[in-house]
Every structure is written in structure tokens, then in C-alpha cells.
DNA sequence: TTTAGCACTCGTCATCCCTGAGTGCTAACT
DNA sequence: AGTTAGCACTCAGGGATGACGAGTGCTAAA
């Protein structure tokens, strides 16, 4: 059976009204449309044909239709008309924007929050890191008052850390110079796995005064390599499942959110191509999603960095919008991170003991 | 009307019951309890008392009672048996804390997960500064790389923050150095609020070739202050009161749900006195709050630091549980912030650019 | 090819009734 | 005086029943 002009225009109608409405559509309310001048009969059959091709479902007999995850995937492919940001939604998103990645660190969670307030759907922000493995680029160490000092340890990937730390043994300042040096020769352009035991016990040994003070500061370098590396999930907006009307039932609500851990969404694939890309329920990896939809897209942080976000929802979900919202959002953050003067991005937070 | 030992132990014993079924408990079911030995006529008769007196409400006629907020009060003040941590649940915990204390940063966040997760509802963490204002106690500039530098800012709170920022134009050495002293000099001891424009101006004109750069340290400065001051508030595992019977039905829940936003939280009553602090439905702040409780302890971070934890949960939960379980964790936490070596504390994170 | 008409299906909703848990009261008992 | 057994009464919950209506598929006419 062939796929006509017609067919598909009725599809798109029936994907439009369930998207609205969550209820089954039946063929009057088509053929009520505006722009539609056949009769009700006439979508009757061509929804029979629909149904038979796959891309509807019928819940039970002397109900309506529903579009199957088949007729999803045509409507986001082909049919799906592209929803325009209206001048308020922009305006407020870049208020938001402005205002609220102002407050350092945190970042990404007030992104997933934000992300999930405006489209009112549980969001996920994931920072995850390209390329090559960290490594300590250079030591710096500051004291402080007595018996403290800082210690700074800078990434290869741009990225500045520093602890506070306070010790009882009174160390002269000539020896941090001798621990800084040391450190620098010994452990630059090492990544985590690569500082072993040994290496360490050699530091200590050239530490003179200081060798106490090396397992302390190595540790705190490996624990910053590490999590360099791994990347960051920040889930958010659960409970907006619960307006959604798939999930009036709190069983199915939890079934869903149970499964939908921070694990689950750091192994959600990543995007491939394209600016958004969308799962359609049983595309997704678990099975307690088949009926949850995911739409993503990424964006670049810069310094070998790379953002994501998304959002999970009800496979009705009007993913027009959603998309359109999304790739809004992920192309201001990237302008955002992008500037290279002062921005609001990811910031440094204090270390203290 | 007096209230009997008996009539103490009939109200425990119905507090109990409730708190495990969740459902109305009769005079029968009571009676049926071991060390109970009276009739259920005579229950009964002691059980219309103590609805009189205003203990215990009747769902309707022909339904068993349950516990009104005066008879929970008087069940947490002085009815409720200590509840024994076993030694597989301490033990699960301790681990449970060596483990996710070590990544840095989040900490709160961790703190509330495992809350959340141990006492199977919904956890908030505040932290909160208690005493006087931040205000700055140490700049540092570091000359990283070619156009760009390292800014370090320590405050009186033993908070240590840096931030890379990259420059076009060039600066010397002994600019930096400069830069360092006047802000040193200028700023140390000043709270945000202190810092007017005429500070700023004044010290542009003493900061020689590194001027363009004074406007951007000292934003950063003021946004560092200015977030040392405001508690932070995590909150999660909302979607746990799901599991409560009580809140089977989505609207109840989306209603608690909606009106437990970090703003309520942060607003909460610290604990006043004692560990635990309980508060039973209606003496909560917000009215939509009314048939849920929230039990808070504090802990010590240190360094002018406090923190809280809390959860929420149905006015029917397991005080006496939930009460063990926290203050076992802020005690542990106490200790964990306490020590004063290589704690891992709040950490440092990196400022990128 | 489209459309009007019509019989048929089946979920939803309101109604009704039954059941059973739980109560309050009274009268007998200790 | 306090306790207990007995009993009539209340009322929420759960199934059964039937009317209703939205929606379908089919047929025959346009």
C-alpha cells in the first residue's frame, strides 16, 4: 500500500491531536479539522489503511488511534512541522540565562533545572570530556598563614584546582619552593594511572623537609585526575512526569523514574549527527522506557569539553517544541561558554580543611 | 479527663500500628497485641476517651482511628520507643559514607542521596554560614602561561577560590605583582557590600598596567562573597514519597511536590535545641505541608560552617526510625567534617575559561 | 472514489446492593 | 467501679448491572 499525500497529512493530524489531547482520536474530530474537506468516512478508511501500514494503533475496538512508535518515528522524520519560539519565550529564556548562570559551580544544574522548567519535562545536563586524558600541567603552591598553605594543581585541560591545607609541622617556605619544584618534574603530564607508588617514593625521597606533605598532595592530584575524567549527570525535574497524563498511575511514574538514574542517563548514547536527536519509545535502551521518549542534543564548553542535554518524556510529547526549545538552549549555552572574556561558566570553588 | 498509663499505652500502641499500615486501626487489632491484656470493649472505651481528648480522629463512623497531629506530638515527646540502629545498618552506612565522601565537591548532594536513600524519602542538605560576614583575606595572582593568569582569593571563612582567566593583552610580571599588592591592600577585610565603585575606581588608578583587568577581579571577588553568604539547599529523592501510601494519588503528591522547592526548605526552621528536631504536619510553615512532617538535625562543618539535614515525609512515618537514622549520620558527618587532615571536605573545583 | 447510513463493539459512568469491619451502647459480671 | 459480652447500627469498598455514547467497519448510493 502506498503512503499518499493524503495518508500522511491525516497522519500528521492524528499525531498533532493526540499530542494535545493524550486520548485516543477518532475520525470525526479529523475530519472537523480545518483543512480537511473530506468526510469522516473517508478518514475512517484512510485510518484503517494507516493502522494496517503500522503507524497507528487502536487501543481497543470502539476506540480511536493512536500513533504507534512506527508512526512517531515518520512524524519526527518527516511529517513534524517545525514549532517557532515565539519573541517572549526567547526573551525570557535569555533572561533566565543571564541571570542565573551567574552563580558560579553548579552550573550544569541550574542548566538541567532550567532546561526542565521550560519544557516542563525531567531534564538531564551530562559535561563529559573529549580527547585525551588529563593530566597535572603544573604545580603551584602558596602558603598561607602559618602552618597552611595552598596548594594549586592545573589540568592540561584548563582546569584549576586548589585545597587548603593545614598542618601542624612548621615548614619553611624554601621547602614548599623545593616540593613545588619537585612536584612539577616529577608528575607533569602524568595521568592518574600513571602515578604509582614508585614515582611517588621517588618525590619523597627529593622532598627533603616536606616528604610528609607529598602523599597528601599526590593523593589530592590523583582524586583530581580522576574526576576530570569521569563525566558529571546532573538529572532534574522528576516529578514533572507526574503531570504528564501517561502517568497519572504513581506505579508507572516510579517504574519510569526507578529506572531512570543518573547511570541510565550517562549511558544514554550521544548524539551522533545532526543538531537534536530523538529516541522514540522502545528505541530507547531499557525496556521500562519503551514508552518514554528521549530528545537530545549537545553543545560545546570548550577546553575539551563537551555538554549535553535532554529531556525525557511521555512518547506523546509534543516534540516539535521540545526540540525547538532545546536547540535554543544548547546553542546559547554554547555561545555562553564559547566567550572567551569573563563568563559565567564553570567557575572554581573554594578548598577548605 | 485524665491520661492513664494505660490509655498512654493504648495511644503508642495505635501510633505503632498506624505508622507500619498506614490504614485505620481498630479496637480489636489492638487487643489482639501482645501485652495487651483487656478486651477490645475495654480498648474501645479507652479509645473514645482518648478521641476526646483529641488524640485520635475518625476517619468516619464505622472506620478504626487514627492518630491526630496533637496525638503524634505526644507520641514523638514522649511515647515513641528509641528505635536500635542494628549493626548491619551502621555498618552499611559507614561504608556507604568512606565511599561517596570521596568524591569532592557535591558533597551536600551526596550527603542528600544517601539520606534520601537511607531513610527511603525525600532528603534535603543546607549548608549555612553562621557568624560574621565573609569577607577577603588574601589575593594571589599567579602568571600561568602566556595571556592568561591564575586569581586566587582566600576569605576570613578559610575558603580558597581561584579562577583562569585568559587575556588578550599582555602583562608583565611585575604588573601582576603590583596588581596583587593594591588589591591586597585595598580590598582585605571588606564585605561584598563594602566594596562601592569608588573603591573600585581608586584602586584602577593604583593598579598601573594591569588596570583593565581590575573590574573583572573584583566581580569576581564580589560574586565570591556574595555566595559564601547565601545557604545552599540540596534536595532530592522527591520521587520517594511516591512510594507512601498517602500519596498514591498523583495530585497529593504533585501538590506536596510542587511546594517543596529549595525556597521552602531553606526557609525551614533550623533546629533549636537538642538533635532532632521534629516537626508534625500542621506545625509546618506552609499550609500545603499540613499532613506531612519534617525531622532535622544539625551538624558542624567547621570553619563557620553548619549544616542540616532533613527529611520529608508522611505525618505517618516512623519517627522513631527516621530520628535514629539521621542523628547516627549527622554525627557521623561531624566527624568526618571534624577532622582536621585530609578530609575530604569541601573541595576545591576548577575554573575554566 | 467519496459519502451517508446503520448495525455493532466496548469502555465509561452511575447506580445498586452486599459484605464486613468497626463502633457505641447496654446489661451482666467481677 | 471497672471490665466484658452481646447486639444493633453505620458506612466505605467492591462487585454486578445497565444505560450511554464515542467510534468503528461495512454496504449501498451518489
Redesign the interface.
Given at each position: 500500500m502506498e503512503l499518499t499525500e493524503r495518508k500522511k497529512k491525516i497522519l500528521r493530524a492524528i499525531v498533532d491531536c493526540y499530542i494535545q489531547t493524550a486520548e485516543p482520536v477518532g475520525s470525526k474530530a479529523i475530519a472537523a479539522m480545518p483543512g480537511m474537506d473530506v468526510s469522516s468516512a473517508t478518514i475512517r478508511n484512510e485510518m484503517a489503511d494507516l493502522t494496517e501500514m503500522g503507524y497507528l494503533e487502536q487501543p481497543h475496538t470502539s476506540a480511536g488511534r493512536i500513533p504507534s512508535p512506527a508512526g512517531y518515528r515518520l512524524y519526527v522524520n518527516e511529517l513534524m512541522e517545525g514549532y517557532r519560539l515565539s519573541i517572549d519565550e526567547t526573551q525570557s529564556l535569555n533572561e533566565a540565562m543571564e541571570l542565573k548562570l551567574?552563580?558560579?559551580?553548579k552550573v550544569m544544574t541550574q542548566v538541567g533545572k532550567m532546561v526542565s522548567n521550560w519544557t516542563n519535562l525531567p531534564a538531564y545536563a551530562v559535561t563529559s570530556r573529549v580527547g585525551q586524558l588529563p593530566t597535572v600541567k603544573?604545580f603551584?603552591i602558596?602558603s598561607?598563614h602559618t602552618g597552611s598553605f595552598?596548594l594549586?594543581v592545573?589540568?592540561n585541560?584548563?582546569?584549576?584546582?586548589?585545597?587548603?591545607?593545614?598542618l601542624p609541622l612548621n615548614i619553611q617556605e624554601q621547602d614548599l619552593k623545593l616540593l613545588s619544584a619537585v612536584l612539577n618534574a616529577s608528575l607533569t603530564d602524568l595521568s592518574a594511572e600513571q602515578i604509582t607508588p614508585e614515582i611517588l617514593s621517588k618525590i619523597r625521597k627529593s622532598a627533603g623537609a616536606a616528604a610528609d606533605l607529598v602523599p597528601?598532595i599526590v593523593?589530592?592530584t590523583v582524586?583530581?585526575l580522576q574526576?576530570q575524567q569521569h563525566s558529571d549527570v546532573y538529572l532534574t525535574g522528576?516529578?514533572k512526569l507526574?503531570?504528564q497524563p501517561e502517568?497519572?498511575?504513581?506505579e508507572k511514574?516510579?517504574e519510569v523514574?526507578?529506572t531512570l538514574d543518573e547511570e541510565v542517563i550517562a549511558n544514554l548514547p550521544a548524539p551522533t549527527d545532526g543538531p537534536v536527536q530523538i529516541l522514540v519509545g522502545p528505541e530507547n535502551i531499557a525496556k521500562e522506557l519503551k514508552d518514554t521518549s528521549v530528545v537530545m542534543t549537545r553543545f560545546d564548553i570548550?577546553?575539551g569539553?563537551q555538554g549535553m542535554i535532554g529531556v525525557v518524556g511521555p512518547t506523546r510529547m509534543d516534540y516539535a517544541q521540545v526540540t525547538a526549545r532545546l536547540s535554543y538552549f544548547a546553542e546559547g549555552l554554547g555561545r555562553m561558554f564559547g566567550k572567551?572574556?569573563?563568563?559565567p561558566?564553570?567557575?572554581?570553588?573554594?578548598?577548605?580543611?
Open positions: 551567574q552563580e558560579f559551580d603544573h603551584e602558596l598561607a595552598i594549586v592545573m589540568t585541560t584548563e582546569t584549576v584546582k586548589n585545597k587548603l591545607i593545614k597528601i593523593d589530592y582524586r583530581i574526576e522528576q516529578m507526574l503531570g502517568y497519572r498511575d504513581v511514574a516510579q523514574l526507578s570548550g577546553d569539553m572567551n572574556e569573563l563568563p561558566a564553570k567557575e572554581s570553588d573554594g578548598g577548605t580543611e
